[in-house]
């Protein structure tokens, strides 16, 4: 009677191991080193009693995006005005920005630039990874970082356009509100130098 309840047991424990594993909440993106170390001890301080923080959501670094923006939009010369949308899609597995760029061409016609970003949580590496399609037939991969002033992306791989070109995106929210959009390209072997630029406040 003892083997069987012993053998039991440990049926238990196996079958209910995965189920428990997947049921548990995603991990937050791993901390930079110096946002990972340790405060300072000061001597004589008190032990402070934390509140209990709300259990973080994949995306909550990134919902000032979220909702409809426009405002103006330059590529050196050329001016012209910018539309904008991020939204939670797919349950919440995805932050999709739909955004359309109106600029004056150097003959005096209106050109349109039209793209879809596709941002993502990758679970088992803990980071945050986007996926851009442009009216032009360009498609990009980015690594995403959280950063201080705001949401930085960094081309990995890019297809439909010169071997080697690099693609930097920031997205800024500033003080008063003001949300500005700003990419630098990079062809083969050079610097990254601005080329669309957008000052956008929300609808």
Do not use: C
């Amino acid at each position: 009677m003892r083997t069987v309840s012993a053998r039991f047991s440990l049926l238990v424990l196996l079958t209910s191991g995965p189920v428990a594993a997947q049921n548990q909440p995603p991990s937050p993106p791993a901390p930079t080193p110096a946002a990972a170390a340790p405060a300072p001890a000061t001597a004589g301080s008190a032990p402070a009693v934390a509140a209990a923080a709300p259990a973080w959501q994949p995306f909550q670094e990134l919902a000032f995006l979220v909702g409809s923006w426009s405002g103006s939009a330059e590529s050196g010369a050329r001016v012209g005005g910018r539309v904008a949308r991020f939204t939670p899609e797919f349950t919440g597995n995805y932050l999709v920005h739909r955004g359309s760029t109106i600029l004056t061409a150097d003959d005096g016609k209106e050109e349109t630039i039209e793209e879809v970003g596709y941002f993502a949580y990758d679970r088992e590496k803990r980071r945050y990874v986007a996926s851009y399609f442009f009216s032009t037939g360009i498609s990009a991969t980015f690594d995403v970082e959280i950063a201080p002033e705001g949401v930085r992306l960094t081309s990995r791989e890019l297809l439909n356009t010169e071997a080697g070109t690099k693609v930097r995106m920031l997205f800024s929210r500033k003080s008063d509100g003001e949300l500005t959009l700003s990419m630098d390209l990079a062809p083969a072997g050079k610097e990254l130098v601005p080329f669309l630029t957008s000052s956008l406040r929300k609808k």
